[in-house]
């Protein structure tokens, strides 16, 4: 491989994958037979193998090559790819023990109608892991590490149906890809300091990084993302429960690659990041504690891939601790220890795997003797554990060795020398104990359980784990020293610097080797009392179990979404709480409360004085409007609370007189009114035992409950801060406004109105009344449709008012709900309509020049209209008004007609909804004070607009055939609907 | 008589009065045209948004102001910024109705008043980009919403559509009170609602003005969704008929952050620190709810409602960004476009699963879906890869954007890395909601009915937002650049002359 082709053990691995989906989505899968099909897919894995190892010799110098390309050129961002003699070697790993794992996976998943999807996830998972031990920058890097979190899930959880499947496979996705995120927030401070994202960058600002004020910060984010991936203490207890694995997966993911991804980030951060305090100690603590935990749990073991889990555990820690050094030895021990440990245990694994499919069992307190039945799955057995027990002449011995002497190399304190040391020792005695169980339970002694029937492995399966257990053998082969430049490359790229490396298993009489005899006699002694130590071990209640921690943070996390949950219970009046409460908090916090609090302080309260003589008017109003709101709230009775609602609002009318602003006054008292009539509409339809439990409910919620506490006081703070906030802008004025006198100014001269708010209305705002009467038409429709198209859709009576018999009708003349009306009153209904209609086009004509516009005249009329529902009834008013049934239409040519005028003059004024007066033009006789101009007919339009829309909630309001039966049939018609649907998608 | 009002340039208003007289035309004809003759109103407003469509199209690059009082300010702005919203909102119109076609037939809901409101909304949300006065601002809110309170009791008398409606009118009401009162406040702090002149009173309005600042942004907080605000989100999303939902959640929120943008840069500039910060608090508390709760969620269109609210998080990031980088503005509105696309699709395969009202929405409901229809699911993963943020798909490009130009902005102003940092880690945590569909669809085995959804139009609204969403995600330097046109105009400029 050249830098231009770094990107093809990446690509023909997911090739490979690509392969896997198709055959396995395809027929082809039935003609193809698992092993075979197994084997074809080994050829992708070997070639990325053939391609790493062809062009590690070339990196022996320790230089990297870096490919990338600009990947998305426009947000300038890149892939890159990052691969030296460290990634060499993991590629190493990853491809040749994968190529192994695939073949044995063949044969053990021999007969699974879905063994496709496993060899598929198997490849998926080998692109990413590869991945993740060649990019080239933080992004690509973190892409594949979720990759291998996500496919690693879907492999432990392939066995879906168990249970501890799926629990272990989220377990494992929950701590590492959480460490993930983790990694991903340190590794972007990192290149924020760095200054770049590519590897090539941040190698090179190890000074920045060290001195940084974010390093401590970084380096948690970072480590704690290495350390959840390498199961370290105490983020390892994912990695036991995902034995739940098929095995091939374990042997693959949790011996050489997945769990080593932590321990290659740490490698590669090492010469930027490393070689600080902070680092040594965090490495080498978590890192021991780690090795102790995981060699002391895992003699206590019966499960066999669980005794294996906890030695992997053990191992993954020395290595932790390893980095943590700032001596050459230990990037030896490191490098060497890496690659022994992936071969024996991959071994261990995959002869465990053939044990317990031959068997149906991989519990040592049911195995034993088996050596007979299976020998050369012995043989395998043995060789790996001696390897694991670091015993020579095997791999596992040297990688002891080395350890050992990293562990008392001179720049070490005595002390830390004699702490290590003896941790290892330590250590390796466990492991020892433990490689001696394994091979001596299942393979020596006698058979414990004689329901266990045991046959050899097919050869295939037996080849699989045969090579590296051999391998693990090899270093003791005289040529085995030709590997040793690439070894020493790699451990330099972790390094920093050059590291020598020899694999020499005799290096004299010196203290690791005395401190090896030290373990492997104390590991014997263990071995020798197993029984007594495991049964003490057992009588030891584990009382820190980071499982009950792991467990309460997802009881934590249950918790947290019952609680969201509970919160968003539908409950209107809790969303509203927190809405008004955060709008409180924001407020007080962004609003700058200090000069709030500053002003309200030296707030010179004005003396009241009774002074002019409107003021006691005013007050008497203040009064009347508080009063009356109060009562709106504490009366019982409905129909009383909307009647002191609406005299509140008159209240604020008789200031607004007072001010003296006649306009606003005017639209205030009809709209108010208009508000009502609409309410008693509303409340009229409803049944009353409806309305009856209403009342009930709201007696209820008057007694003293503690929930009122709580109402209390989210209103009272509510209402405290738009107190305070609205006391500040009285005191705060008088501003003057930049707006009113301006309107003052130019009403006359400009729109030739004297009335500034009819001005305002159609000529200075008249946009805004375009959109306003839009609003209030919507609001119309919106009542009409949500009530009222159902009934006159669905067989409902008031649409077929006109086809009833005249007799029915006069019988049905009565006031609304039944009512009977007195004829003072009808008389006072017919006149008032006229009436209202004369003033409405008072209104209209003089609006520029007299308080009132279109806006009152149509309300006005509304008014009347709707004083006609209540004296007469529905049918009665339909009948004699005909036009009411135009309501929509009333709307709809009113906008319309707004947008004529305007275009009108447009084209002759060349300005949109600009003033135009027909009359002048035209020399029309015209009375005084009134013009036939676009302001006329954009008030006309306004009236209409308002007519009509009140008109559609009467004719929703007063119609008195809403009841269920709407409903029902509406219902019924969504079910035949259904049918159809249902038809059409059979036929 | 000469008069002399405001000058309304009728050539900037088009396209929203066309958007307006076509609904009011719908309204009047319906009267006219028997109910048994459908499809008429469907055409009719496909025919006012493309004409609409047409005329903004034409008016990109001019920039004019009109509704000018004598000596004032322009009430109504068309800048670049104007135009591409309005472009943004056409869009979500037109793919909503072709989406609509076949869903309102099939759920029975296909009434001519459905376009009505929509095209009434549709012109508010346009008013929203353009209107440089509060007044004006509030206005276009309330049109902008009636009809979608309406529109989501559609499906009436179903329990949930009803409650639906109800809460997002009464919450919505109250949001709106809040807004008026901030409306009066800044009017009192400043003597004038118009934007440029709000700019240059609010530094001298003190407590008044900041006060009358953060009831802006509530209002506007609960209609882009945004937490503490979002508490309706979820339950008016899922009980709507799930067309309005779709168009609910384009349309509205980026109605919402297209004034509240507007009114940050044109009006606030002088207390942008204070509003970064404020902006930048609520944008973290969005990312971590939405993102975090939207887990636990089964039903697909609360998750979606959850997502929403998350991503309006991520636009308030450009949000904050965009008062010290002159990239923020523009990867909002970037953001929003790929937004449109995505969330529109994804909520057409919902339509699609969805055979019975409120059937066929769980999570559960989508395994094995891509054995059956491996189309459906294949474009529902990707649309699932772009909410997530996933290259190569507008959702990532829209996020690299926005977070550079966060990044960008933390070097002129208040420090933003905080919110990148969450995030950059609330995406990978959506990865988990969003994948768990691609993962129900792909890995698990699941049966159940389809509705055979082979409606050409529902197809070419698919297809626009499938070809949208890869264009954004292969291709999206040319839409950065138009992106980076669509400056705001008059907020600075007019404020100094």
């Known amino acids: 491989m050249s830098e231009t082709t770094l990107f093809w053990p990446i690509l023909i691995v997911f090739i490979g994958a690509l392969f896997a989906l198709i055959i396995g989505l395809s027929p082809l899968r039935q003609r193809l037979s698992i092993p075979l099909f197994a084997t074809l897919l080994a050829i992708f894995s070997f070639s990325a193998f053939l391609l790493d190892i062809s062009t590690w010799p070339s990196l022996n110098d320790g230089r990297a090559l870096v490919w990338q390309i600009n990947w998305l050129p426009s947000l300038g961002l890149t892939l890159s790819l990052y691969y030296d003699s460290l990634s060499a070697l993991f590629v190493f790993l990853v491809s040749g023990i994968g190529t192994l794992v695939l073949i044995y996976a063949g044969q053990y998943l021999k007969g699974d109608e879905n063994a496709w999807r496993f060899l598929h996830y198997l490849l998926l998972f080998m692109g990413s892991m590869i991945g993740v031990v060649m990019a080239g920058d933080i992004i690509t890097l973190f892409i594949f590490w979720e990759g291998t979190s996500i496919t690693s899930y879907l492999l432990i959880a392939y066995k879906s149906k168990y249970e501890e499947a799926r629990e272990g496979a989220f377990k494992a996705l929950f701590i590492t890809g959480g460490g993930g995120i983790a990694m991903l927030a340190g590794l972007l401070i990192v290149a924020h300091v760095a200054g770049g994202t590519d590897f090539v960058t941040i190698l090179q600002s190890g000074e920045a990084l060290r001195n940084s004020n974010l390093y401590p910060v970084m380096l948690a984010l970072v480590a704690f993302g290495a350390f959840t991936k390498s199961a370290q203490f105490p983020a390892h207890i994912w990695l036991p429960d995902a034995m739940s694995a098929p095995t091939p997966a374990s042997a693959y993911l949790h011996s050489a690659t997945m769990v080593k991804a932590g321990i290659y980030l740490l490698e590669r951060l090492n010469p930027a990041m490393g070689s600080t305090e902070a680092w040594f100690w965090l490495l080498t603590l978590v890192g021991g504690i780690t090795m102790l935990t995981g060699a002391y749990l895992g003699l206590k073991q019966n499960d066999l891939k669980a005794l294996l889990a906890y030695s992997t555990i053990s191992q993954l820690g020395v290595f932790v601790m390893l980095i943590g050094q700032e001596v050459e030895a230990a990037f030896k021990a490191l490098i060497i220890g890496i690659l022994a440990h992936a071969l024996y245990k991959s071994a261990l694994f995959m002869v465990v795997g053939i044990v317990d499919h031959e068997t149906g069992t991989r519990n040592v307190t049911r195995l034993g003797g088996l050596r007979r039945a299976m020998p050369v799955s012995f043989v395998l057995a043995t060789i790996g554990a001696l390897s694991m027990a670091g015993l020579p002449p095997l791999f596992g011995f040297l990688a002891k060795e080395t350890l050992l002497a990293a562990a008392v190399h001179p720049t070490f304190s005595p002390l830390e020398s004699y702490l290590l040391a003896s941790a290892i020792v330590v250590a390796g005695a466990l492991l020892l104990a433990q490689s001696g169980m394994l091979v001596y339970e299942t393979f020596l002694g006698q058979a414990k359980d004689k329901s266990v029937h045991a046959h050899e492995a097919p050869w295939p399966m037996l080849l699989a784990p045969a090579i590296p257990a051999l391998l693990s053998l090899t270093v003791s082969l005289p040529n085995a020293r030709t590997v040793e430049p690439y070894l020493a490359s790699a451990a330099a790229n972790a390094f920093g610097t050059a590291v020598k490396v020899s694999l020499d298993l005799w290096t004299g009489i010196n203290t690791p080797l005395i401190l090896s005899v030290v373990a492997i006699t104390l590991g014997s002694l263990l071995f020798g009392q197993r029984a007594q130590v495991r049964a003490w071990q057992n009588r030891i209640p584990a009382t820190v179990s980071f499982n009950r921690v792991y467990e309460s943070a997802l009881r934590l996390i249950d918790a947290g979404a019952y609680w969201a949950t509970r919160l968003q219970g539908g409950r209107l009046r809790l969303y509203l709480a927190i809405m008004l409460l955060s709008m409180v908090g924001l407020v007080l916090r962004f609003g700058a409360t200090l000069p709030l609090v500053n002003l309200l302080a030296n707030l010179t309260w004005p003396t009241p004085t009774a002074d002019g003589e409107l003021a006691i008017l005013r007050i008497f109003s203040l009064v009347f409007i508080v009063v009356t709101a109060l009562a709106s709230v504490l009366l019982e009775r409905d129909f009383a609370a909307i009647l002191a609602m609406g005299a509140s609002g008159l209240g604020i009318v008789a200031l607004m007189v007072l001010e003296p602003a006649p306009d606003v006054a005017l639209v205030q008292v009809v709209v108010d009114i208009l508000a009502m009539v609409i309410l008693v509409l509303a409340l009229a339809r409803l049944p009353r035992p409806q309305r009856r439990k209403a009342q009930e409910l709201t007696l209820k919620l008057k007694s003293f409950r503690p929930g009122l506490l709580w109402d209390g006081f989210v209103a009272l703070s509510v209402g405290a801060l738009v107190t305070a906030v609205t006391l500040t802008a009285l005191v705060s004025r008088p501003r003057e406004s930049l707006v009113t006198p301006y309107f003052e100014e130019n009403a006359k001269p400009l729109a030739g109105a004297t009335d500034i708010v009819g001005a305002i209305i159609v000529d200075f705002r008249a946009l805004d009344t375009l959109i306003e009467i839009s609003v209030f038409g919507m609001a119309g429709v919106g009542m009409y449709m949500l009530l009222r198209y159902a009934a006159r859709k669905y067989g409902d009576v008031g649409a077929q008012v006109e086809e009833l018999p005249a007799p029915i009708q006069r019988l049905r003349s009565r006031g609304i709900g039944g009512a009977k009306t007195s004829s003072f009153v009808h008389a006072l209904a017919y006149f008032s309509l006229p009436l209202a209609l004369v003033v409405a086009i008072t209104h209209i004509m003089y609006g520029h020049d007299q308080p009132g516009d279109g806006f009152t005249s149509g309300v006005i009329v509304s008014l009347a209209v709707g004083f006609w529902y209540v004296v007469f009834g529905y049918y009665e008013t339909q009948r004699r008004l005909p036009w009411l049934k135009y309501d929509a239409q009333m709307v709809s040519v009113g906008l319309l007609l707004v947008v004529l005028s305007g275009l009108l003059a447009a084209f002759i004024n060349g300005t949109f909804l600009s003033p135009l007066n027909f009359g002048a033009m035209l020399a029309l006789p015209l009375p005084k004070g009134f013009y036939l101009s676009t302001a006329f007919l954009f008030e006309v339009a306004i009236s209409l607009t308002v007519v009509g829309s009140v008109t559609l909630m009467l004719n929703t309001l007063g119609h008195p055939g809403q009841t269920q039966e709407e409903a029902k049939a509406r219902l019924q018609e969504i079910a035949r609907l259904e049918e159809e649907n249902e038809k059409q998608a059979k036929g | ?497």
Request: hydrophobic letters at 55%.
């Open chain 2, 1 to 497: 008589m000469e008069f002399q009002v405001p000058a309304i340039n009728l050539a900037l208003l088009s396209p929203v009065l066309i958007v307006m007289v076509t609904g009011a035309l719908i309204m009047l004809l319906e009267f006219f045209i028997p109910e048994t003759r459908k499809g008429w109103y469907t055409w009719l407003s496909l025919v006012g948004i493309v004409l609409a469509f047409a005329q903004t199209a034409t008016m990109w690059g001019s920039e004019a102001g009109t509704f000018t009082p004598v000596g004032g300010q322009p009430m109504v702005l068309l800048d670049n910024y104007a135009t591409f919203l309005n472009l943004i909102f056409l869009i979500t119109g037109a793919l909503t109705i072709l989406l609509a076609i076949s869903y309102l037939r099939r759920t029975g809901l296909d009434r001519a008043e459905f376009y009505m409101l929509l095209l009434f909304s549709l012109s508010g949300m346009m008013l929203m980009g353009m209107a440089n006065d509060l007044i004006l601002v509030f206005l276009a809110l309330e049109i902008l919403s009636i009809p979608l309170y309406i529109m989501a009791g559609l499906a009436w008398p179903r329990g949930e559509s009803e409650e639906s409606a109800m809460k997002y009118f009464l919450l919505g009401a109250f949001s709106s009170g809040i807004f008026v009162f901030g409306i009066a406040l800044t009017y009192g702090a400043t003597g004038s609602t118009a934007l440029p002149q709000v700019l240059t009173g609010i530094a001298n309005g003190g407590a008044l003005g900041l006060a009358g600042a953060a009831f802006l942004l509530v209002g506007l907080g609960f209609k882009v969704a945004a937490a503490p605000f979002h508490m309706w989100t979820p339950d008016v999303y899922e009980g709507a008929p799930t067309i309005v939902t779709a168009f609910m959640s384009v349309g509205a929120k980026v109605g919402g952050f297209a004034a509240m943008l507007r009114i940050f840069l044109a009006a606030l500039p002088e207390i942008g620190d204070t509003w970064v910060t404020a902006v930048a608090v609520l944008s973290a508390l969005t990312l971590i709810i939405g993102n975090v709760v939207a887990i636990t969620q089964s039903n697909i269109k609360r998750m979606l409602a959850y997502s929403s609210i998350a991503h309006a998080g991520y636009i308030m990031i450009a949000v904050a960004a965009s008062a010290n980088s002159e990239r923020g503005l523009s990867a909002a509105l970037f953001y929003m476009f790929a937004y449109l696309f995505t969330t529109l699709g994804a909520f057409a395969i919902v339509m699609a699963r969805e055979h019975q009202l409120g059937e066929g929405l769980q999570l559960n409901d989508y395994k094995g879906l891509a054995r059956r229809h491996p189309l459906l699911a294949l474009v529902m993963a990707y649309f699932m890869l772009s909410l997530t943020g996933v290259p190569p798909t507008g959702g990532f490009s829209g996020k690299f954007y926005l977070f550079r130009a966060a990044i960008e902005a933390s070097s002129a102003g208040p420090d933003l890395l905080w919110l990148v940092l969450i995030g950059v880690v609330t995406s990978v945590i959506s990865g988990y909601y969003y994948l768990r569909l691609v993962y129900l669809m792909y890995m698990t085995d699941g049966d159940g009915t389809l509705v055979e959804e082979r409606h050409p139009a529902v197809v070419t609204a698919v297809a626009v937002t499938v070809a949208f969403t890869l264009l954004l995600g292969f291709m999206p330097g040319t839409w950065f650049d138009v992106t980076r046109q669509a400056v705001l105009w008059g907020g600075r400029l007019l404020a100094g002359g």
